[in-house]
């Protein structure tokens, strides 16, 4: 099973790679200056980096379309953009902002993440403990659905548009992966997750969000994936 750790673990060992691919520079000619790195450490950097940011944030993320876009051939200013890609997402894993779970589907990462809201709910901040509960229980709505071939994206305007949670829940509930109670359960869990993002903390309380998080573990555990 893959955990944070091993995501953490990942990344120094990409940064090395990008760090050897990097110590193969040659600069040639005379007239006109060029320089590459290895062809073959390159396309292993490239390809290696492509599958982890797909793996962690999915394809449609800023830096996997980043490193896509920009790391191309293999010369060092690529190699270089690259590396400054990946230390980005060193940054986010290394301070705690990886909140976003598209693409992680493994339990031990939600479990962590569950760890975490506990964490935080001990320590009196109810509000951003309801945000990331809600984050993984829409995670894994998403993931259940692509356990039981159900959509996960609306192609109306042409262009697949991510569906939002309420409308997985949905989905998963008419396809009776369980059953009505879970299905209106679900709505509200969602319910309370979507005021604490939009500042409404008032509507809401520790006892509740504390609630949530033993309920929202035993659906998930339920309804595994």
């Not at 159900?150 to 949905?170: F, H, M, Q, R, V």
């Not at 005021?195 to 309804?223: C, D, I, P, S, W």
Request: charged content about 25%.
């Amino acid at each position: 099973m893959t955990s944070i750790r091993d995501f953490s673990d990942r990344i120094n060992q990409l940064m090395d790679l990008a760090n050897r691919t990097l110590a193969t520079r040659q600069t040639s000619g005379q007239r006109y200056i060029t320089s590459k790195v290895d062809l073959e450490i390159f396309h292993e950097f490239r390809t290696s980096a492509l599958s982890y940011i797909f793996k962690l944030y999915g394809e449609n993320h800023p830096y996997f379309k980043d490193f896509n876009e920009k790391v191309v051939r293999a010369d060092p200013y690529d190699a270089e953009q690259g590396r400054g890609i990946l230390k980005s997402i060193k940054s986010e894993i290394e301070g705690g902002w990886l909140i976003t779970l598209k693409g992680i589907v493994s339990s031990e990462i939600f479990s962590d993440f569950l760890e975490m809201a506990n964490h935080l709910l001990k320590e009196g901040y109810k509000d951003p403990s309801a945000v990331m509960i809600g984050s993984v229980l829409e995670e894994h709505l998403r993931q259940l659905c692509i356990k039981n071939g159900i959509p996960t994206e609306n192609y109306k305007t042409g262009n697949p548009i991510a569906k939002k949670a309420d409308l997985l829940n949905s989905d998963l509930g008419n396809a009776l992966v369980y059953n009505k109670l879970d299905q209106k359960n679900v709505t509200a869990w969602l319910d309370l997750r979507n005021k604490a993002a939009h500042g409404k903390y008032l509507e809401y309380n520790q006892l509740q969000v504390e609630f949530m998080l033993q309920a929202v573990t035993e659906f998930m555990t339920r309804n595994n994936i």
